[in-house]
């Protein structure tokens, strides 16, 4: 049936309206409050089975996260008329900070359908609220005001394989280049995002006021290139159904898939006082979510860029991102897809949809500050969240983080998360919707690595003699210490040892982090994630043949050696893998003796290689007696 409102204000506050058309009259108007609406899949405040049409002067305002849904099968939009469809998102509150943006409505003129965004006719801001607004101004210059938007910071990022610097690839919205920037006349296609920078008068709202997007949206993907692409709708978007469409995903392999399957949000560092692009620090945080419905996701690892677009030698000085990528993508939110080796475009449907707030866990907003309602983390039942925010995997997952710390005297510290996953649909080969590669690195980083390429998120069927290669590069000598975080699913009682191999040492990272001072070079065979203990690595040991003894009231050490096995050498270490003494050419005897007076207390990794070049380290705790 067609619903059609004349000369009514309709305002629906507690119960779901659901139509099959809906129809507001010219001067009439619907008010949709969201605040007394649980998020879920199935359900909104407004649901439309077919189109909606707004007559001129007519209006659909959407407020306190109310969403519509329109579930129309067909792949052709129908909505129409020239009234408008009414929706808020906030941005940064920052005049030198980027969001990245997509519309959830275009212009309200022509005849049937979706249709462009133009920013000067969509984008208005608050001047009485509920619903009293004005089109927001537009300035040419590089800072926006309380009341206009810098026209210069608009623009789109479609990835070309002509191009060898991506930075080409940023096109001012409406054609312009780089130096020109935006045109707030400039057109845009549903689908696609666009970058825009904040004003200083606070945590600015906008409101998007339009014809309502709907039905399928395609946008261009070049293979192995990224798109800034984000969601056209005025209701949130569920990440796993639009990445595993498989008009999307493709083959399940890397070389058949239409795009990677991996969402990139941009994260700027707060406190951004500059224009200038080699004073930008931001970076990319990295999403995806398998079939099953498990996140994965690691923060932005912020880097300083250079004049040309490129990432700068050191990252930058205020560490990580602090925004954790969710299921349900909220209302104007823009963010990176890459395609994969068969990519053509990508497709973004009504079956994609859901009512999901953005003030619920599942949900977040990539922007410098944002709030959210504590009370929800455990109320949602589609999805469990740690303290930290993390997602809690079923119970045939197991997942750890390894924070992979530097510490370049202090300046320019950060840290890269990497995130590894184990399930037993996982290969050795690239896994869809569990795996991510890092978008850019710097001089100084970490990685996992397949086919010699660097992920952020990696795969495995768990089992416990894996050796899986963790590769360290610096620029200059640091200290790099690696950290165990959000172990989920493993017995308290199974180590998850890094392994210096190098130093020959094992390091249970679920009792202690690892700190080790690098020189400058690229480590891409020193280090491993290792589930045994292989110390004792052709010739097991127990304690009648080999004992290692800290004696703290002596200040000796002693190795006894009883069946005087024939020892090559001995060294001792701290915990930050830093050589305290390396004796070598050793005679065969019963007892080894070493003063240990002048260390510091602390922990401390003996060393002995046997001349068959079997190995056995022991830990040591050193205390001075006073």
């Known amino acids: 049936m067609k619903y059609s409102l004349s000369l009514l204000l309709l305002t629906i506050c507690s119960l779901s309206f659901a139509q099959s058309d809906l129809f507001v009259s010219n001067g009439s108007y619907v008010y949709v409050d969201g605040t007394a609406f649980a998020s879920g ?76 965004l133009i920013p000067s006719n969509v984008m208005y801001r608050e001047t009485g609220a509920p619903i009293t607004s004005t089109n927001y101004g537009f300035v040419a210059g590089y800072d926006g005001t309380a009341t206009q938007i810098s026209s210069y910071w608009l623009y789109s990022f479609i990835g070309l394989p002509t191009t060898t610097n991506a930075y080409e690839d940023w096109i ?7 130096p020109l920037g935006g045109d707030p006349n400039g057109t845009l296609a549903p689908g696609y995002g666009f970058s825009m920078k904040g004003n200083p008068s606070g945590a ?11 039905g399928d949206i395609t946008v261009t993907l070049n293979p192995n290139r990224e798109t800034l692409v984000g969601n056209p709708y005025p209701s949130a978007l569920d990440a796993l159904e639009f990445i595993h469409d498989s008009r999307n995903s493709g083959l399940a392999d890397y070389s058949g898939s239409i795009m990677t399957g991996v969402l990139k949000y941009w994260e700027q560092a707060p406190g951004a006082t500059s224009h200038v692009l080699s004073n930008y620090v931001g970076g990319y945080a990295l999403y995806t979510i398998s079939a099953a419905g498990t996140d994965s996701f690691t923060p932005a690892a912020f880097s300083m860029y250079l004049l040309d677009g490129t990432v700068a030698g ?9 925004k954790v990528g969710r299921r349900y993508i909220p209302v104007g939110q823009g963010f990176m897809v890459e ?28 922007k410098t500050s944002s709030t959210k ?14 303290e930290e925010g993390y997602n809690i995997v079923p119970e045939d997952f197991k997942r750890f983080r390894i924070n992979v710390g530097f510490d370049n005297n202090g300046n320019n510290s950060y840290t890269r998360q990497l995130l590894m996953n184990f399930h037993h649909t996982a290969t050795d080969g690239f896994d869809y919707g569990l795996e991510a590669q890092i978008s850019e690195q710097v001089s100084s980083d970490a990685n996992w690595t397949l086919d010699g390429t660097p992920y952020a998120i990696q795969a495995f069927d768990y089992n416990e003699e894996l050796k899986i290669p963790l590769l360290v590069k610096v620029n200059n000598q640091q200290l790099v210490r690696f950290g165990l975080y959000d172990v989920q699913n493993f017995d308290s009682s199974q180590p998850i040892f890094i392994h210096d191999i190098e130093n020959g040492l094992f390091v249970n990272l679920q009792d202690q982090a690892y700190e080790i001072t690098l020189e400058p070079g690229n480590y891409t065979d020193r280090f491993e994630i290792v589930f045994q203990d292989q110390s004792l690595s052709t010739e097991e040991f127990n304690d009648v043949d080999f004992l ?69 380290s022991k830990k040591v705790v050193v205390s001075q007696k006073k």
């Open 172 to 178: 001012g919205l409406g054609g312009g280049s780089i």
């Open 373 to 386: 309602e504590e009370t929800d983390i455990n109320t949602i039942p589609e999805a469990r969240y740690t």
């Open 548 to 616: 290692v003894i800290q004696n703290n009231n002596t200040s000796q050490l002693t190795i006894l050696n009883p069946n005087q096995l024939e020892v090559k050498t001995i060294a001792l270490f701290d915990v930050s893998g830093k050589i305290i003494f390396n004796e070598n050419n050793l005679s065969a005897q019963d007892r080894y003796q070493f003063s240990t007076k002048n260390l510091s207390e602390g922990v401390y990794i003996t060393k002995v290689t046997f001349a068959n070049q079997s190995t056995v």
């Open 204 to 214: 600015v709202k906008y409101d998007f006021r339009g014809r309502a997007n709907n």
């Open 41 to 116: 899949p199935n359900v909104a405040p407004l649901y439309v089975t077919d189109d909606v049409n707004l007559d001129t002067n007519g209006h659909l305002y959407l407020r306190n996260d109310a969403q519509l849904l329109q579930s129309n099968a067909t792949t052709t939009s129908t909505n129409s008329g020239a009234g408008q469809l009414s929706v808020h998102q906030t941005g940064n509150s920052n005049t030198y900070m980027y969001n990245y943006w997509a519309s959830p409505v275009g212009q309200n003129t022509g005849g049937v359908g979706n249709t462009a």
């Open 314 to 322: 050191s990252p930058g000085a205020v560490g990580t991102g602090t």
């Open 339 to 366: 395609g994969g080796a068969s990519a053509s475009s990508v497709t973004f449907s009504n079956s994609h949809r859901a009512f999901y707030k953005q003030s619920g866990a599942s949900s977040e907003f990539f």
